[in-house]
């Protein structure tokens, strides 16, 4: 069984950085792609940052240039540096992990942006 633990959430003042980290445990033997998901009240999940198995990346428009993924091999954990945060950016951030025939999610961590 795969868990994914996220961590790292919290209130931040518009413009602040926030780093989340999901730790990842369990039977991985083959990752497809690695990836932070938001979800703001009222609205629907949505990508933010994606890292398929090779190491590229992708980005939601609104987060380019501000939002990095990464990842440690050796630790299983996969990370989320998100700089110049905006109120809108306010929602529970989501892990997600994609192996062949599965799809594991974390419970989340409250991001609030606000001053």
């Known amino acids: 069984q795969v868990q994914l633990v996220e961590s790292g959430g919290g209130l931040v003042q518009p413009g602040g950085s926030l780093r989340l980290s999901c730790a990842a445990s369990?039977?991985?033997?083959?990752?497809?792609?690695l990836g932070w998901y938001r979800q703001a009240p009222g609205k629907q999940r949505e990508l933010v940052a994606g890292m398929s198995r090779s190491g590229s990346t992708n980005y939601a428009d609104s987060v380019k240039g501000r939002f990095t993924i990464s990842r440690d091999n050796a630790k299983n954990t996969v990370y989320l540096q998100m700089n110049s945060l905006k109120p809108e950016e306010t929602a529970v951030y989501y892990c997600?992990?994609?192996?062949?025939?599965?799809?594991?999610w974390g419970k989340g961590t409250q991001v609030t942006v606000s001053s």
């Open positions: 369990g039977s991985i033997f083959i990752i497809n792609t």
């Open positions: 997600n992990l994609k192996i062949p025939l599965a799809e594991y």
